[in-house]
Every structure is written in C-alpha cells, then in structure tokens.
C-alpha cells in the first residue's frame, strides 16, 4: 500500500512539475503536449516490453527514412537556442543519426533478400 | 460545535498527521513542491519559475541527507539502531553518507541533461512560432517540411526532459522512501 501510495506520488509531482513547465513556457497546443507528456511514463513501458519482446525473438526495428529538411530544421533550432540561452554551440546530430539507423535498416532488408535469393537459387 | 464534532476533527487532524508522518514522501512532494512553485511565482520571477520546479528532485535529495546527518548527529538515532548489529556501525553511517552524495552527483548530472533538452524544446517552440507567424511569401524558412520537422524534433526534446525528469524523480524518491522507512522505523 505504502509503496502504491509512494509511486502515485512521484507520478504526481512528474505531472505537476512537467504541467506547469509546458503551461508557462509553451506557446501553442499547450494542452496537447501536457497530455502526451502525462502519458510518457506509460509509453515508455510499453516500449521497454516491445523492446524484450524483439530481443527475444530476434526481430530489429524498422526505421522509415528520415524526413527531408531536418537537418535544416536543427541548424534552425540551434541558432534560436544560442540567440535565446547561449553557451557553447550544440552540433546537429539528430538526422544524421536517423540516416545511419535507416542505413543499417537497408543494410539489413538487403541483407535478408541475398539470403532469400541464394535460398531460391539452390532450390532451383 | 458538539463535542462529538470536535473530537471527530482532532481526529481527523491526528490520522492525518499520522498519515504524513509513515509516508514522509508523500509529506515532501505536498510541501515541497507546490510552496518552492508558489514563492517563485509570487515574485513574478518567469526564468527562477523553470529553474526551481526542475531542481525539485535536487532538493529532495538534500532532503534525504538532511535526514541522515540530523538522525546521525543525535546520540541515539534511527540509523544507530539501523545498524546497531553490524560490526562496522561507523563505515555503514559513513557510507549512507556516501551513497546519498552519489544519488545527488547522478541527480545533479540528469538534471544538466533535462536543463539543455527543456532550452532546446523551448528554441524549438520559438522557431516554430516564427515559422507560423511569418509570411510564406517572404519564404523565411526555406527549408522543406519545417513545421513539420521543427514538431518533430519538439516532440524529441520533450520527450527527452519529461523522461529525465520521471528517472530524476524516480531515483530520488526510491532513496528517500528508503531513509524514510529507517527513520519511520526508529
């Protein structure tokens, strides 16, 4: 019961303290992203499952390509980041991660349809 | 008032006081936070806001250490009944020091890390209000998909110090609710 009640409140306070942040510095659908923001922990846990899911049957992830301009959008989210807070500069490195990961994707597809391709030609 | 009013009232005080008492997380998470929200707020301090809702779980953990170090400075405390049976009574209150230290070293340095992501959701935030605001015509984002693409990487950023902010949380709660139950237990 105890530990019940102590897990309900570090959920409280993460709503709490994430609502406030997102209702005072946010600009446009405010509560949009309070909402998703609450649900986060749960999202999380369902993702650690999937996760042990794939690793137990061996199944990697499938990366979509990665959108056109968002390394552009980074650059420009950076700038305003200096302009506004300072400090050093934070290089961009989220689309070039994206790719890499779509790269293993294709390397991997590729990969799978070599085998398949040798399989059906020993067959033949 | 009746009498039997009156009783009914202390009554609900003392479970309550009761209540606060055993579940010492709960009493910190009442007080703290939303009176730290309050002050700020009252002062009409926008930056400090920020600044002190993300050190809450800093705070908590200096919480616990205050705990410690009063229960240990006294001659006959919960944490010398702790650890009355082990015969390195004096290394273990020396390392529950230790360990709370680590707890806010690890706090401290998530806290960094949820610090820069929440900046970069709010950069983000800006530029996307200034890509809804500007003319299109004019074209001052030339880049494909920018709205889109400058959501996206919002959603990443706070996504990023929302899950800082719940392991911070988390972390730190897990240790008080363990200084709590051998304070409660004295």
């Known amino acids: ?124 | 008032m009746e009498i039997r009013d009156i009783y009914f009232h202390e009554m609900t005080i003392d479970h309550f006081g009761a209540f606060i008492q055993t579940n010492l997380v709960v009493f910190v998470a009442l007080v703290l936070l939303p009176l730290k929200w309050l002050v700020v707020r009252v002062l009409k301090d926008p930056e400090a806001e920020a600044v002190a809702l993300m050190s809450v779980p800093e705070d908590i953990c200096y919480v616990a250490l205050g705990l410690v170090m009063g229960d240990m400075v006294s001659g006959n405390g919960a944490f010398q009944k702790h650890f009355a049976g082990s015969p390195n009574s004096s290394i273990d209150k020396c390392l529950t020091v230790g360990a709370n230290l680590a707890v806010a070293i690890l706090v401290h340095r998530l806290s960094q890390g949820c610090t820069a992501y929440f900046r970069q959701w709010r950069a983000a935030e800006a530029a996307r209000a200034k890509d809804q605001d500007s003319d299109p015509r004019q074209g001052s984002l030339q880049i494909p998909n920018a709205g889109d693409n400058i959501k996206r990487l919002m959603v990443r950023y706070l996504g990023h110090f929302s899950l800082g902010y719940a392991v911070q949380l988390a972390i730190v709660l897990m240790w008080l609710h363990w200084v709590a139950k051998v304070v409660a237990g004295a």
């Open chain 1, 1 to 124: 019961m105890r530990l019940i009640i102590e897990i309900l409140t570090v959920y409280a306070i993460y709503i709490f303290g994430t609502s406030l942040l997102i209702w005072r510095y946010g600009n446009k659908d405010r509560a949009p992203i309070i909402v998703l923001t609450a649900v986060l922990p749960f999202m999380v846990v369902i993702v650690f499952f999937e996760v042990f899911v794939r690793a137990l049957f061996q199944r990697a992830p499938q990366m979509n390509p990665c959108p056109d301009g968002l390394a552009e959008a980074e650059r420009i989210v950076e700038k305003h980041r200096h302009e506004m807070f300072g400090g050093a500069p934070v290089p961009p490195h989220i689309a070039h991660e994206w790719q890499m990961l779509y790269a293993k994707t294709l390397e991997r597809e590729a990969a799978r349809v070599q085998k398949f391709a040798v399989r059906i030609l020993r067959t033949a």
